[in-house]
């Protein structure tokens, strides 16, 4: 039997340290075109503007902190160091400021840039880009560190190892609309849904409820307010190894 705890986190697990998520009624993308400033084809059109994004982004980082739900998560680092896989698909660092230290972060890195020469990825903390160049090779052809609409994720790979080592899934603060978390629930023998919403739109022909359904448990709460029953699920599946 598969003996790991998954958990798999989205923008709501940062959205109580004050980061907005995407897909919400004041999300990211009620501000900006996401096809302008997060696809390959909006970087080809305006490398400045996509930047300039991603500056802005950064800067905001720099002024909020982990909450109490990303310092639950590295708890759980710490009491299951061989068992827990921690994914996220949040290109922030405050599960790393909470502590955690083998967080695989599915969508890149904010607080990093990566050459276009040599692919080395360096760190810039919440600076803004202008400026840097590649430290491996000086090439100033430098680039964000988060995947863009229309290429690929190789952290993807991380998926299906998962897939295939997980017991208990928890998915945390995601709408599911880009990372398929209801496949990935039914495909793992115990699955747990975390997010303050239920799903309102309907979608592929199902109702109300269309994502949250596919999972065994829902926990309709906000991350921080979910830990309680979060711990009671992992201590119960734990107990049953
Ligand atoms: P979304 O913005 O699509 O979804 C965030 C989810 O978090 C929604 O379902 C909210 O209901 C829920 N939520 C809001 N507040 C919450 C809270 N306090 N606690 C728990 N949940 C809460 O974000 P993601 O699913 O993470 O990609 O989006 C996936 C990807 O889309 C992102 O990684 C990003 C974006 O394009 C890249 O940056 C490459
Ligand atoms: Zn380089």
Redesign the pocket.
């Known amino acids: 039997m598969a003996k790991k705890i998954w958990i798999l986190?989205?923008?709501?697990?940062s959205?109580?340290s004050g980061l907005?998520?995407?897909?919400?009624h004041d999300?990211?993308?009620e501000e900006y075109d996401?096809m302008e400033v997060?696809s390959i084809e909006g970087w080809r059109r305006d490398r400045d503007k996509v930047t300039r994004f991603y500056d802005a982004r950064r800067a905001q980082l720099a002024h909020v902190l982990p909450n109490a739900?990303h310092y639950y998560i590295a708890s759980l680092e710490e009491r299951y160091p061989d068992r827990l896989i921690n994914m996220?698909?949040?290109?922030d660092d405050l599960l790393e400021r909470a502590g955690c230290c083998h967080v695989i972060h599915?969508?890149?890195t904010l607080t990093d840039l990566r050459c276009e020469e040599c692919g080395s990825v360096f760190h810039i903390g919440y600076a803004h880009q202008e400026g840097f160049c590649c430290p491996k090779c000086g090439s100033a052809r430098v680039r964000h560190n988060?995947?863009?609409?229309g290429e690929s994720?190789p952290a993807y790979r991380h998926l299906y190892e998962a897939m295939d080592e997980a017991g208990l899934f928890i998915a945390?603060?995601?709408?599911?609309?880009?990372?398929d978390?209801g496949s990935i629930a039914e495909r793992v023998a115990l699955s747990v849904f975390?997010?303050?919403?239920r799903?309102e739109e309907p979608r592929w022909g199902r109702e109300i409820g269309w994502l949250d359904e596919r999972f065994d448990r829902f926990i309709q709460?906000?991350?921080?307010?979910?830990i309680d029953e979060i711990e009671e699920v992992i201590r119960e599946f734990v107990a049953n190894l």
Do not use: Y
């Open positions: 986190s989205g923008a709501g697990l959205a109580e907005r998520t995407f897909r919400d999300g990211l993308w996401v997060c739900a996220t698909q949040n290109v599915l969508h890149g988060v995947v863009m609409f994720a945390i603060g995601t709408s599911g609309q880009v990372i978390v975390v997010n303050p919403k799903e709460k906000k991350a921080t307010e979910a």
